[in-house]
């Protein structure tokens, strides 16, 4: 009996260690995916002067956030291609690669010659690795977006939700942030446009790094593990089953995928036009000095992650649907308000305390996203689901801020600007909050459409 209870103590603490791992790697894994993307946007006024060279400085950061945008455009790509390899051969497999290609495509941009070097070819080449870096980052969400939330038990998964889309995405500014403090005090003044983008670029090789050494190890998540045995009892008597994207444009789950964007889209975009808008924000619109901005955005993004842990655990408790509702009414209230009275804050504490709340409120809209998404699709298509979903309405989301600088002549135009955006993508998200259904519980029982 005492053999027995041994064996079942240890099986516990290896299935909790399991879970751990997969929770650790689903949100260290989006963490630095985001920090990769973060980069770009830390240095964004010098890789405009860099790159897309203007008369006009804010044409110029227009352009570097098009570019970011080509990046974002290419995600849906990616979670098709890796969301059906996670569906098909595994949620850890296509983890470790599409990790492995953001950290060495994101490192290259440190080694690319500028428009003074190579004239136009410069901008081209920098496109075309960012459509590259496009197709990885959108694998990551594919396979990061799953694992964690099908190994966790029911009640922490909207926490896990939380803890991986907006604590990960807090994490990978926090991450940007301290790597800009370091950047710009080894390479002040001048230098910083010589060397101190490049090296902020090679620090993306660590995501590389990390998916060898850290996701190697990882099991796989016991949901793909009970469909692949599933799979192999049926395998005789069955007919082959059709592609995840195949069946995720089917009849029966293509509504599903178009209801989704609605708080994607709106997710997204309050995502890019707070937490990622931010460091251009105080740049050039409160003219903060690069050392107090670093420090803000770095509470900011503290901020970020235990606001999207308490939502996203909030969400188990009164339902997603509840979630997603209130705090799209506060986002619709609070962001334009904010937007427009950051620039006339009367000290630093105060200017610190208005972005907290900024981006705060930008992640709580979709910290219950991820379960939702996954709660909406079967094991079968969930990764290919939930990328795709995800990845399409952040796409669209990511292009935000290049239609902010464009609809801004001046710098002070852009807090006004900001502000409708802001309200628009609001009340888009609060009408995807009224259509959805409540999907608590239905990650254990997802072999039919939810609606």
């Excluded at 670093?294 to 655990?313: C, D, E, P």
Aim: net charge positive; proline share 5%.
């Amino acid at each position: 009996m005492a053999v027995v209870t041994n064996q079942e103590v240890f099986a516990e603490r290896e299935r909790q260690r399991h879970v751990m791992k997969a929770v650790v790697a689903s949100c260290l894994g989006w963490s630095l995916d985001l920090y990769d993307l973060f980069i770009l946007l830390f240095v964004a006024p010098v890789i405009g002067r860099l790159f897309f060279p203007s008369e006009h400085s804010m044409l110029s950061l227009a352009a570097v956030y098009a570019s970011f945008g080509v990046t974002l455009l290419m995600r849906p790509l990616g979670s098709a291609l890796f969301g059906s390899f996670a569906d098909t051969h595994g949620r850890k497999r296509a983890m470790i690669a599409s990790m492995i290609g953001v950290g060495v495509s994101t490192a290259a941009f440190g080694l690319l010659p500028t428009v003074h070097t190579i004239g136009v070819a410069a901008p081209i080449l920098f496109i075309i690795l960012k459509l590259v870096q496009g197709v990885f980052v959108g694998g990551v969400v594919a396979a990061t977006h799953t694992i964690g939330t099908e190994s966790v038990a029911p009640r922490y998964r909207g926490a896990v939700s939380g803890l991986i889309g907006g604590g990960g995405a807090g994490l990978g500014a926090l991450f940007a942030s301290l790597a800009y403090l370091g950047m710009s005090a080894l390479f002040p003044g001048d230098a910083f446009d010589d060397w101190g983008w490049r090296c902020m670029f090679f620090t993306g090789i660590v995501s590389a790094v990390l998916g060898i050494t850290i996701f190697g190890n990882l099991e796989e998540s016991p949901m793909f593990k009970k469909l692949q045995e599933a799979k192999a009892k049926n395998k005789a008597r069955s007919a082959p089953a059709a592609s995840p994207l195949r069946t995720l444009f089917s009849r029966d789950y293509r509504n599903i995928l178009l209801v989704n964007l609605l708080l994607t889209i709106g997710g997204g975009s309050g995502y890019y036009l707070t937490s990622g808008f931010l460091p251009t924000y105080l740049k050039v619109v409160t003219h903060t000095p690069a050392e107090t901005a670093g420090f803000i955005l770095m509470l900011s993004s503290i901020g970020v992650v235990i606001a999207s842990i308490a939502t996203g655990h909030a969400s188990t408790f009164i339902g997603r649907k509840k979630a997603f509702l209130v705090t799209g009414v506060a986002r619709l209230l609070a962001l334009p308000a904010l937007a427009l009275a950051m620039p006339h804050t009367s000290g630093t504490v105060q200017l610190a305390l208005y972005v907290i709340a900024f981006g705060a409120l930008g992640s709580m809209g979709y910290a219950p996203l991820l379960i939702f998404l996954n709660e909406r699709f079967p094991t079968t298509i969930r990764a290919t689901g939930t990328g795709l979903s995800w990845n399409m309405g952040f796409a669209i989301g990511g292009i935000m801020p290049t239609f902010v600088s464009l609809a801004s002549p001046q710098p002070a135009d852009v807090p006004l600007t900001l502000a409708i955006f802001l309200g628009g993508i609001s009340a888009v998200f609060l009408l995807g909050a009224l259509i959805v259904p409540e999907t608590v519980g239905k990650l254990d029982a997802p072999d039919q459409p939810t609606a």
